[in-house]
């Protein structure tokens, strides 16, 4: 909603982005779509390009790939529940996301066997890589 408690007709793309918290900042939502991270209907657009119900966005945010619909225009950044109901995911992109967390849970962290200072003989190793 804006200032006159009208619903908005349209919206610049990155503060949609920002108001459905697919981004922390509207800046870091800008840099998206100015790296092309962002699509608009399958094409590359300018951050201030505005959109309206019935777009189709194609996101990479992160590991995640995103494709959905726009369902409403919002203003105000508010809770999780709020910011999900202005998109409507592609039946396709979550089957594809939850497969990619499913497969990210039997992976091993990086690091996970490491447990606190190396010991005299990493130590050597790691003199004996660095040094040479």
């Known amino acids: 909603m804006n200032s006159d408690q ?3 007709e349209k919206i610049r793309l990155d503060k949609w982005l920002w108001v459905a918290r697919f981004f922390k900042t509207r800046s870091l939502a800008t840099q998206a779509v100015d790296n092309g991270r962002v699509k608009l209907n399958g094409a590359r657009v300018k951050p201030a390009h505005e959109i309206k119900t019935g777009d189709r966005l194609d996101i ?3 590991e995640a790939d995103w494709t959905l619909t726009v369902r409403g225009l ?3 950044r508010g809770p999780a529940p709020v910011a999900q109901a ?3 995911e592609d039946p ?8 990619q ?7 091993d962290t ?4 490491l ?3 190396p010991t005299k003989r990493d130590r050597r190793q790691i003199h004996r890589f660095t040094d040479a």
């Not at 967390?101 to 992976?107: A, I, T, Y």
């Not at 990086?110 to 066997?113: E, F, L, R, T, V």
């Open 6 to 8: 009208q619903p908005a």
């Open 115 to 117: 447990r606190g200072r």
């Open 110 to 113: 990086p690091g996970a066997a």
């Open 92 to 99: 396709a992109s979550l089957a594809r996301r939850q497969q």
């Open 74 to 76: 919002s203003t105000q």
């Open 101 to 107: 967390l499913s497969d990210r849970k039997f992976l």
């Open 86 to 88: 202005l998109y409507e």
């Open 60 to 62: 990479h945010a992160g």
